[in-house]
């Protein structure tokens, strides 16, 4: 709350009094009927994280991200004789106030799909690279209908998409690796 004490409110939980609705005139109230209620003991759980600045600069989405679903490791050598580094990147997202909500294998293809999306109030330029060059990319639906194809730029790096992306905009993007 905006105060002088910079008081914090949580709403745990929010219920209704029982009201039957006839029509748009009239509304019968019964306070004896605890239909509307969730009669039982609930338990909560909930994070504060104290920080500096507005949302963005305070890193806040991706400590969310971080405390609801931690990193996992990924072993890359099976043994010493391994070919790839011992430390890498299978997928990576720039800026960090970008997020990625969806990362799977398209439902009809042999390929990738990347949801993107934009929860800042202004445009973001941002990149995808990706852990080995690719062969094809495509902007698509949300239902992975392809829309546009992109086309891989002389001297850039087979492995990275860098677009354009407007605030509160979600986007999708279908990788042929």
Same mark, same amino acid.
């Given at each position: 709350?905006?105060?002088?004490?910079?008081?914090?409110?949580?709403?745990?939980?929010?219920?209704?009094?029982?009201?039957?609705?006839?029509?748009?005139?009239?509304?019968?109230?019964?306070?004896?009927?605890?239909?509307?209620?969730? =009669?039982?003991?609930?338990? +909560?759980?909930? &994070?504060?994280? /104290?920080? $500096? @600045?507005?949302?963005?600069?305070?890193?806040?989405?991706?400590?969310?991200?971080?405390?609801?679903?931690?990193?996992?490791?990924?072993?890359?050598?099976?043994?010493?004789?391994?070919?790839?580094?011992?430390?890498?990147?299978?997928?990576?997202?720039?800026?960090?106030?970008?997020?990625?909500?969806?990362?799977?294998?398209?439902?009809?293809?042999?390929? =990738?799909?990347?949801?993107? +999306?934009?929860? &800042?109030?202004? /445009?973001? $330029? @941002?990149?995808?690279?990706?852990?080995?060059?690719?062969?094809?990319?495509?902007?698509?639906?949300?239902?992975?209908?392809?829309?546009?194809?992109?086309?891989?730029?002389?001297?850039?790096?087979?492995?990275?998409?860098?677009?354009?992306?407007?605030?509160?905009?979600?986007?999708?993007?279908?990788?042929?690796?």
């Amino acid at each position: 709350i905006d105060d002088s004490r910079r008081t914090l409110a949580l709403t745990l939980f929010r219920s209704v009094q029982n009201r039957i609705c006839t029509e748009w005139r009239s509304t019968g109230n019964f306070p004896d009927q605890k239909g509307g209620q969730l =009669l039982q003991t609930l338990e +909560f759980e909930y &994070s504060i994280y /104290p920080h $500096t @600045g507005n949302w963005e600069q305070g890193d806040v989405y991706m400590q969310a991200l971080i405390l609801n679903a931690p990193p996992t490791a990924f072993q890359f050598s099976r043994s010493q004789g391994g070919t790839e580094a011992s430390e890498q990147s299978l997928f990576s997202v720039s800026p960090q106030v970008l997020q990625c909500s969806a990362l799977k294998k398209a439902e009809d293809r042999d390929s =990738l799909i990347v949801r993107l +999306f934009n929860p &800042s109030d202004k /445009p973001q $330029t @941002g990149t995808v690279s990706f852990f080995k060059p690719f062969k094809e990319a495509y902007w698509v639906s949300l239902n992975e209908q392809r829309i546009t194809p992109l086309e891989q730029k002389m001297g850039e790096p087979q492995n990275q998409i860098d677009f354009d992306i407007k605030s509160n905009k979600i986007m999708t993007l279908e990788i042929v690796l």
